[in-house]
């Protein structure tokens, strides 16, 4: 576990991130019980949850779970019934924080009538800060999400897509410290969401924070640093990626062993078939550098012709299923059948 | 409150004004009724030259009749920019990017009502005035006090796009702006009721009138317009009977507004401003 760069391509961009650039333990948001109900309705029943400055942080649910209106009131437009949280050191609802603020709302609507730089403008009036420079930061944000030759067209004609390009341009307009985005690839195709991609990273490089609330898990597996999990209007789980997709495992298709002989590789973890020839080794029981070639080593020693060695992880989409207690365990845990049973 | 914001949302909703073209229509359908009205006049002045104060007193009551219409397109202008201006921004939520900056709410219902009042304010002076200058061009007939008839016919505007905006913090944008043209034709009646109880000595009519204009002082606003339409009182004097007879009309007001309903009315924007403001504050997003 202590080298985790080595494990599979596809993980190690997620636990070799370089560590955000700020202070460790100066949080970005922190919110301690924060309740929201709407009459009988209880849209949040405690939320309790700490958000680094620098990290991009992915907050993740099920419909319903209250993550909408935990933005809503992290960003001030509705207050909270109980419980308290700091954005940028300042309490919930502060006016002036929300200079610093970045915010794509999941319904994002721009005036219709009125053209890209135009909106960006007026979002640029009203953030308070000195008119030197307009035209600038406006022309940066739109180019930054790939809109700048659509500048001076009216929003009314632009796709669903380009909307919520805009939108991100509204959120990114300025170098804010902390951007809140809700669902902001729902509309996007597989450039934007790539493009969505890339904007993240680079604001993780220049240290802003990013609160990022997507139930595409996918998306959160690729660009988050750490996630929170709620269900019901409360955290079921934050931590980091690393740490939750951190069940590391091997596959190896392998031939010439008996059923048996998966139990007695427990010295190296838990071994089990997993289909037809493939054999599963997770929660390995010391550094994956050393458990991976021993445990080849000795299925060779035991008659095993190995074919093929593959490393693999838990996907996001599994731990989210397992921590909201769904049917997750069918492509989480692998299959106690034997070398010639069906996967 | 910042004065920059709520000067930063008026702007943006002139600007809207602007661009949605609803001033656009707004002077061309003034330039159509001046344009027709005028017309109308010089045939009337053709018809009945004027020899006296009945013919003038006459003119002049047609002269209020077109100030009751373009009254009307303003109270309607009023209600339908003003019931979405609010309504329209949280439903499509336009509003939540916006609030999300440093906007307080009050700020941003002040700024709506600062951008219509002008366009409303500004649409009242000119086409009021281009009307009353036209009729005076055609027939020679100057009412007393044109300019504040026109001020008059603005500020019964601003009270009804008040009205307008508070319901558009609570409710749907139809259905706050139907509320509001209810609510403008019921006062106008109760004004007229009023006026009726007065004349009958019937105290249970008569208090209609000062319990309306508390609710909304819009009719009491209209009236003021109406009499500064009117020829002076000299003129008024030597009409004799036919004066008498205008009294019970509901197109002729025989005082301006007493001060203390002009009081009341400025008070009364103020308090429904504030009361939308709360609303919109505790208004869920």
């Given at each position: 576990?202590?080298?985790?760069?080595?494990?599979?391509?596809?993980?190690?961009?997620?636990?070799?991130?370089?560590?955000?650039?700020?202070?460790?333990?100066?949080?970005?948001?922190?919110?301690?019980?924060?309740?929201?109900?709407?009459?009988?309705?209880?849209?949040l029943a405690g939320l309790t949850m700490t958000v680094r400055r620098g990290e991009v942080f992915g907050f993740l649910g099920p419909n319903g779970a209250g993550k909408t209106t935990a933005v809503k009131l992290l960003v001030g437009l509705t207050r909270p019934t109980g419980g308290s949280g700091t954005v940028l050191g300042a309490p919930l609802g502060d006016l002036d924080v929300r200079r610093r603020l970045g915010y794509l709302p999941e319904l994002f609507?721009?005036?219709?009538?009125?053209?890209?730089?135009?909106?960006?403008?007026?979002?640029?009036?009203?953030?308070?800060?000195?008119?030197?420079?307009?035209?600038?930061?406006?022309?940066?944000?739109?180019?930054?999400?790939?809109?700048?030759?659509?500048?001076?067209?009216?929003?009314?004609?632009?796709?669903?897509?380009?909307?919520?390009?805009?939108?991100?341009?509204?959120?990114?307009?300025?170098?804010?410290?902390?951007?809140?985005?809700?669902?902001?690839?729902?509309?996007?195709?597989?450039?934007?969401?790539?493009?969505?991609?890339?904007?993240?990273?680079?604001?993780?490089?220049?240290?802003?924070?990013?609160?990022?609330?997507?139930?595409l898990l996918t998306e959160v597996e690729r660009v988050c640093d750490r996630v929170a999990i709620v269900d019901r209007g409360r955290v079921v789980a934050e931590l980091g990626m690393a740490e939750l997709l951190g069940d590391?495992?091997?596959?190896?298709?392998?031939?010439?062993?008996?059923?048996?002989?998966?139990?007695?590789?427990?010295?190296?973890?838990?071994?089990t078939w997993d289909g037809p020839g493939w054999l599963r080794v997770h929660a390995f029981a010391g550094p994956d550098d050393e458990i991976v070639p021993a445990l080849v080593a000795e299925l060779v020693a035991r008659g095993g012709r190995v074919h093929a060695v593959l490393p693999g992880h838990r996907s996001l989409e599994e731990r989210f299923l397992d921590l909201l207690g769904g049917s997750g365990e069918t492509a989480a845990s692998p299959s106690s059948a034997g070398p010639g049973s069906p996967p | 409150m910042s004065a920059r914001a709520v000067l930063v949302i008026a702007r943006l909703t002139l600007r809207e004004a602007v661009r949605r073209r609803l001033l656009w229509a707004l002077v061309g359908l003034t330039v159509v009724i001046v344009a027709v009205t005028g017309w109308g006049f010089q045939r009337i002045a053709e018809l009945s030259p004027i020899k006296g104060p009945q013919e003038l007193l006459g003119l002049s009551q047609v002269l209020v009749m077109i100030a009751f219409m373009?009254?009307?397109?303003?109270?309607?202008?009023?209600?339908?920019?003003?019931?979405?201006?609010?309504?329209?921004?949280?439903?499509?939520?336009?509003?939540?990017?916006?609030?999300?900056?440093?906007?307080?709410r009050g700020e941003l219902l002040l700024g709506k009502w600062l951008g219509l009042a002008l366009v409303l304010v500004a649409y009242a002076l000119a086409a009021g005035l281009a009307e009353v200058a036209v009729v005076a061009l055609v027939t020679s007939y100057l009412p007393q006090a044109p300019l504040s008839a026109a001020a008059y016919l603005a500020a019964e505007g601003l009270v009804l796009l008040t009205l307008a905006l508070l319901f558009s913090t609570r409710v749907g944008p139809v259905a706050g702006g139907a509320v509001a043209v209810v609510a403008f034709g019921l006062d106008w009646m109760a004004g007229i009721m009023g006026g009726v109880g007065r004349i009958l000595d019937n105290d249970v009519l008569a208090a209609l009138t000062p319990l309306s204009r508390l609710l909304l002082p819009s009719d009491v606003l209209w009236r003021g317009a109406m009499y500064g339409l009117e020829p002076s009182g000299d003129i008024l004097g030597s009409a004799g009977r036919a004066a008498a007879a205008f009294q019970v009309s509901p197109f002729f007001a025989a005082s301006p507004p007493e001060p203390i309903w002009l009081a009341w009315s400025v008070a009364w924007v103020v308090l429904v401003l504030v009361l939308a403001a709360q609303l919109l504050r505790s208004r869920e997003l």
């Open positions: 576990m202590s080298d985790p760069g080595s494990l599979a391509p596809s993980l190690a961009p997620i636990v070799s991130r370089p560590a955000p650039r700020s202070a460790p333990g100066q949080a970005a948001i922190e919110t301690r019980d924060l309740a929201k109900a709407y009459g009988a309705t209880v849209a609507r721009y005036q219709p009538w009125m053209t890209a730089a135009e909106v960006l403008g007026v979002h640029d009036e009203l953030a308070r800060v000195p008119r030197v420079g307009r035209a600038a930061r406006v022309a940066s944000a739109l180019e930054l999400v790939g809109l700048a030759d659509r500048r001076d067209d009216r929003v009314a004609t632009f796709s669903k897509g380009m909307q919520q390009r805009l939108g991100l341009a509204v959120a990114l307009l300025g170098e804010p410290e902390l951007v809140l985005l809700d669902e902001p690839t729902s509309a996007l195709d597989p450039v934007g969401r790539l493009d969505v991609r890339r904007i993240i990273a680079g604001l993780r490089e220049r240290g802003v924070t990013v609160f990022l609330n997507s139930h590391r495992s091997v596959r190896v298709r392998v031939d010439g062993l008996a059923e048996a002989d998966a139990e007695a590789l427990s010295r190296f973890g838990t071994a | 373009f009254s009307f397109v303003l109270a309607m202008t009023a209600v339908f920019a003003g019931g979405p201006a609010i309504a329209d921004e949280i439903e499509s939520g336009q509003a939540l990017a916006l609030l999300a900056r440093p906007l307080r």
